[in-house]
């Protein structure tokens, strides 16, 4: 599946596309159906919230089940990041973002490249944030917030920020993002479970907590080309890896075919 001109455009001018139905609903019951197994786990991939002790983001997940180690060779992500990115690309992170009901806590304003650069050596904002929703993503339960066209401004700056939320974060300061919106505002990524989005590495974005009764779970693929590899391997590899091969594509019905074998 190619993006279209249109699309590439609208990508490079605000920064992030989304995707409407990029997986069925027979999909992301399959991708679903692996879920409180991974969370269950107790392993440090697992990070939990800082207040309520429910799994936040649970990551390595293409290394701890196979339904997931096919996701991140999915055409449909990788077609349109080999398009827009060039043809050799590792895994650089892969997880489920979880926003529990009542209580899934917020993703500071921030650029995923502050991070990249500073904790694992990444030369340059090349990486890719491709995303497909496992839940419905309305207003109500922590969708993530762009500032569209903030990835075109080089000077923005970021700090690491180890107090908000369990998880350590470079992040953008207050003034900064209110100028950044004067512009464009503010978009929320809203959509029925399946839905995809793409996003640069120097976007600027967050998601505020998840006060509603439902759920948002999100999966989420980094990938990375292999000429702007992290050259410090300070995080554990679960945050960035260190495995450089290649992704090859797998079959369109890749997921289909694990749900038949099941059967
Ligand atoms: C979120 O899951 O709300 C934030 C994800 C991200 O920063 O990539
Ligand atoms: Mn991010």
Not at 51 to 80: C, E, F
Request: net charge negative; with cysteine; hydrophobic share 40%.
């Amino acid at each position: 599946m190619l993006l279209t001109n249109e699309q590439i455009e609208r990508y490079e001018r605000d920064g992030f596309l989304v995707l409407p139905n990029l997986f069925s609903a027979a999909e992301v019951a399959i991708l679903r159906a692996e879920l409180p197994a991974l969370f269950a786990a107790d392993t440090p991939a697992n990070f939990r919230e800082k207040h309520s002790g429910i799994v936040r983001t649970a990551m390595g997940l293409h290394l701890r089940n196979d339904v997931y180690r096919r996701l991140v060779r999915h055409p449909r992500l990788l077609d349109p990041a080999m398009q827009l990115a060039g043809d050799e690309l590792y895994v650089q992170q892969v997880k489920v973002n979880v926003k529990a009901a009542f209580g899934g806590e917020t993703w500071q304003w921030h650029y995923d490249f502050a991070t990249h650069h500073a904790e694992d050596g990444a030369p340059l904002p090349l990486a890719l944030n491709l995303h497909v929703f496992l839940d419905d993503v309305s207003e109500f339960n922590g969708p993530l917030y762009f500032i569209p066209g903030s990835h075109r401004d080089e000077t923005v700056g970021a700090r690491l920020d180890t107090v908000t939320t369990s998880y350590p974060l470079w992040v953008v300061d207050d003034a900064t993002v209110a100028r950044l919106t004067e512009g464009g505002g503010i978009v929320s990524a809203k959509g029925p479970a399946g839905t995809g989005l793409i996003f640069g590495d120097r976007l600027v974005h967050g998601s505020p907590p998840n006060m509603s009764p439902w759920q948002r779970r999100i999966f989420s693929l980094l990938v990375n080309p292999l000429s702007n590899a992290g050259t410090s391997h300070r995080r554990p590899d679960h945050q960035h890896h260190r495995d450089l091969t290649p992704l090859v594509p797998l079959a369109d019905d890749c997921l289909a075919g694990i749900h038949r074998a099941a059967e």
